[in-house]
């Protein structure tokens, strides 16, 4: 009997492929339009202008004054470090921040000449040099820490590191992780209190959680003149210091756009800790308990607002966003905000 070719299923086969691809092809357009309609809801309007820039290459250590910053998929990068790219961790594996150590305000990175290193110096202690990328392929041992409710992975930056670090703290066994291109970062939208503010494939690094953190000089001007003692914008870390609007007014921003490139989503408003109350010039708790006693007087979230509970007990004092598009940030750059 001659052999005879069905052609039917070769045909069902092609109509599945012709209708898969026009379905995604739909669902791609729908997609693209949904984005394009909701940012063209967005109303902007020039708030400032950027007149401060800060990258901090180790959390919770001092940070670098910069001139511009790179907005990347995990935060904000200069000369060839990321923001809050490299973490401390003691003994037992937990990371470390001002809260347990103050003295760690002292900590001072800085990046080479050649842009390939990080230095790192504190008072008493010699320079420590620590590279940013991995040398010659050659890799540390890898650390799996829970950072607040996500575990995130860090890389050791060897024996060095861990001496300098265990001499300067006084207690050995502290280690430097760095976080290497391997690792993928955090799942913002896995986090148990924020996530829902996250949108899928937003990742971040040593962050608490969001990528950039915004502070206004009229809301620095409103807390200190209800001080005694001025604190500095070093007492709370922001990335990006905006000019020209009025006091909190960051507080109502849902969407932040600067310059022409960079895209920016508020999470959350940062509910700020006792870290604030260490003083960045001596690394010791300030015996006043300010600025946290005061921004607790006047900056707590009202009964309406619908994160109360997530903020809890503490106080209100610039906002947190993540990067929707990348680009770079400038000093003097116009800052625009929508309100929704």
């Known amino acids: 009997m001659k052999y005879q070719q069905n052609t039917a299923m070769p045909e069902i086969i092609n109509n599945n492929l012709v209708l898969g691809s026009l379905v995604a092809c739909a669902v791609g357009v729908l997609g693209i339009s949904y984005i394009y309609l909701r940012r063209e809801k967005r109303k902007y309007t020039q708030v400032g202008v950027v007149s401060k820039l800060f990258i901090y290459p180790i959390k919770s250590c001092r940070g670098l004054a910069v001139s511009q910053a790179e907005c990347v998929a995990l935060g904000i990068t200069n000369d060839g470090v990321m923001d809050r790219s490299f973490l401390i961790i003691c003994p037992e594996g937990r990371f470390v921040t001002?809260?347990?150590?103050p003295s760690i305000a002292l900590i001072s990175p800085s990046v080479s000449e050649d842009k390939e290193s990080l230095l790192i110096n504190a008072p008493g202690m010699t320079t420590l040099k620590v590279p940013l990328k991995d040398e010659n392929g050659q890799t540390g041992h890898i650390y799996d820490v829970k950072l607040w409710r996500l575990r995130v992975q860090g890389e050791d930056c060897g024996q060095a590191a861990s001496d300098w670090l265990s001499q300067y703290l006084g207690t050995p066994g502290h280690k430097l992780l760095r976080h290497s291109k391997r690792f993928k970062?955090?799942?913002?939208?896995?986090?148990?209190?924020w996530g829902i503010k996250g949108r899928r494939g937003e990742r971040s690094a040593y962050q608490d959680l969001a990528h950039v953190n915004i502070l206004s000089v009229s809301s620095l001007d409103s807390l200190n003149s209800k001080l005694e003692?001025?604190?500095q914008f070093r007492n709370f870390r922001p990335n990006v210091v905006v000019e020209g609007t009025p006091a909190f007014c960051e507080d109502n921003w849902k969407y932040v756009r600067i310059g022409e490139d960079v895209s920016l989503r508020k999470t959350h408003r940062c509910y700020r800790c006792r870290q604030t109350t260490v003083d960045p010039d001596t690394g010791k708790f300030m015996e006043s308990g300010d600025p946290l006693k005061t921004l607790k007087?006047?900056?707590?979230?009202s009964d309406d607002d619908p994160d109360k509970k997530r903020y809890g007990a503490s106080p209100l004092f610039g906002i947190n966003l993540v990067i929707e598009s990348r680009g770079y940030i400038r000093l003097g750059d116009p800052v625009y905000a929508s309100l929704t």
């Open 98 to 101: 001002q809260r347990q150590q």
């Open 185 to 193: 970062g955090k799942d913002i939208i896995k986090d148990s209190l």
């Open 229 to 231: 003692k001025p604190v």
């Open 297 to 301: 007087s006047y900056r707590m979230s």
